[in-house]
């Protein structure tokens, strides 16, 4: 199996499902998958990960709605490999407010829906590569 | 046009889908499910879970399609029954096997077509889960696994069908 292990945050099964099992029947990188935020922490308690792909949603109503970064501030805040590792976000939309905020968090990718299997496992393929020499 | 050769074990293949209950059935959420996300995730057209009967192929789930059989003497499907891998066919007006079959020459004017075996545990290949385009494409390795994946969750959905019918 492959050393990398990615963790996917996503709670539409189907997709989640598909993400991971391709990745495995392809020998990529070993998909780690979490339909919950709360899932997604007790993974990240008990191993390090190459990389993250995590679906945002949008919490609150009319003019405070925004979307919940909670999960990403708690990766960044981490004294462990979280701090630095890839993340990618998926979002039903980029706004202005969103891409300010995911500068600020150093977020490597934001897809956009609709999301398709093929380009979250481009994503993990990506963060999963060995680091090219220089 | 090219009719696909019988299977070897057509009558143990044949056992195995009577047997499964799942013949002219009311449509099911679980194999719908997985032709949309196909139909989605491919951007095709068509996609549909395919059973492959003794004179006629039958749809247990279908996106962009109200046909719910064709005869077998037509199928696609019929053919990609008879190997493991997936079928894969970039440009059906340029295949011999395909060019003038009925469903290339008229509706649903099939071009591309590629369809994964759903293939029992027991190596009987009962039909597949397949996606036709009214243009010529590819698949390359990605969108293989992707296909193969989509074709292994429907397969574990026959399989709790057959434990139903089992216990």
Known sequence: MPDSHILLVEPEPMLRRTVAMTARSLGMSQ????????????????RTFQG??????????????????????????DDTAGKTMPIAIMAEQAT????SALRNRNISRVILKPFRAKVLLETIEKFGAPPRKS | MQVAAIPANESTRLAALYQLLILDTLPEERFD?????????????????????????????????EVCETGRDVSFCA???LHDDI?????????????????VTGEPHIRFYAGAPLTLAS???LGTLCLIDRAPRTLDA??????????????????????????
């Open chain 1, 31 to 46: 998909v780690h998958e979490a339909a919950t935020n709360d899932a997604a922490l007790r993974l990240l308690r008990s």
């Open chain 2, 33 to 65: 499910k997985i032709a949309a996300f196909a139909a989605q995730e491919f951007e095709v057209p068509i996609a549909v879970i395919t059973l492959v009967d003794a004179e006629r192929q039958w749809f247990k789930a279908k996106v962009g399609t």
């Open chain 2, 142 to 167: 990605l969108d293989l696994g992707i296909l193969g994946t989509l074709r292994d969750l429907a397969v574990m959905e026959l399989a709790r069908r057959e434990e139903q019918h089992d216990a």
């Open chain 2, 123 to 125: 190596g009987l290949r």
């Open chain 2, 87 to 103: 079928m894969v066919v970039p440009d059906a007006a340029a295949d011999a096997r395909f060019v003038d079959n009925p469903l």
């Open chain 1, 96 to 99: 202005a407010e969103l891409l």
């Open chain 2, 79 to 81: 053919h990609a029954i």
């Open chain 1, 52 to 77: 993250a792909v995590v679906a945002v949603n949008c919490i609150g109503s009319g003019a405070d709605r925004q979307y919940d970064l909670g999960l990403i501030d708690r990766l960044r805040a």
